[in-house]
């Protein structure tokens, strides 16, 4: 049986990652920064920076206490360390206890030199310092300019709170959770530079698409910045934006979920057994594009327990006639919009003679 002390520690260890990194369990109940001291906070739709100016300081004193937490919560967990006691405790909890006070001193300090100057001295701040035109004009009237876009309807927003994108008619704005990254939009270069597909299967939810872009400033005082995105927001995002995206990567950004799911559909019959074709046959053009030869055959090769009448699928007799990207988005066009997690696992009709067939009778031609 464990002990309270290890008990202890790995609970601690568990709430302390999710507090720092906030899950959506955690964001539902409530156990936020932003919920617990939202009293001191303010509205963020009424004065932005000042609300992220005072959420990130306070984010990083509670964080910075952590440590200073965990050591007070051993005090009640293992009564029998004797930790309420510092004159009896052994080097190593008496130098965790003094790392952890300083840590919190530190914080505090670091708080309170941000604060001086009425903020001036902030990182936030700073970074809005860059964009002041006059330079002697100061960070306040980019924080007015950047308050009252803020308020507007017709800003884009997306992503988690730790990572959150939000563009107006004049900046670009990446919030995180010790920061927040300004660059105008008229001084931006954006280069999609990555993307990654998380793939769909039967027991899993609608397939995504992840794009990363770069954001470089030709204002050599703002920092570049990554942006992380689903794929189906990149036409709002690229409406918003008065100056053209780049694609450096040569990425095949897939915008609606049919193009999601063609990729997963053409991995899936790469690992069906090959369909031979009979000497002296001939491929004609796809029915689909014509542009390309016929490169598959429907087989039905998913008989359950060996028992015909067990499987849905039917055979196909018809000669190859599609290329594999038109059956798959034939076979797309069959499914249900709204289910999308269904997709794979359903069987439709052959476009050609209407026997059904599902994912594992398409066979790539050898």
Known sequence: MESPEVTFTLAYIGFACCFVFTPNEFRSAGLTVQNLFS??????????????????????????ALPLGYYSGMCIAAPEKKLAYINQVSDSWRAFLLLSVCLQLASWVLVIYWSCRRWANHPISRALQAHA??????????????????????????????????????????????????????????????????QLSPDSSTPTQMLTIKLASINPAVKAFDIRLNSAEYVELRDKLHAP???????????????????????????????????????????????????TKLVRLCRENGDDSDSECQQCFCRPMWCLSCLGRWFASRQDQQRPETWLASRVPCPTCRAKFCILDVCLLH
């Open 39 to 64: 009293s001191y906070l303010g509205s963020e739709a009424v004065g932005f920076i000042r609300y992220h100016t005072r959420r990130t300081s306070i984010t990083v004193v509670i964080h910075a």
């Open 133 to 198: 035109v006059p330079p002697q004009s100061g960070w306040g009237a980019v924080a007015v300019s950047i308050n009252t876009e803020f308020r507007r309807i017709d800003k884009f927003a997306t992503g988690p709170p730790g990572a959150r994108v939000i563009i107006t008619d004049t900046w670009i704005l990446k919030v995180t959770t010790y920061h927040v990254h300004v660059a105008l939009q008229s001084d931006s270069h954006l280069t999609v530079t990555e993307s990654r597909q998380h």
């Open 245 to 295: 995206i780049r694609n450096a990567a040569n990425v095949v950004i897939h915008q609606t979920i049919s193009d999601l799911f063609l990729e997963t559909f053409k991995s899936q019959v790469e690992l069906n057994q090959p369909y031979t074709l009979p000497s002296g046959q001939e491929l004609e053009p796809c029915c689909g594009c014509m542009q390309v030869p016929a490169g």
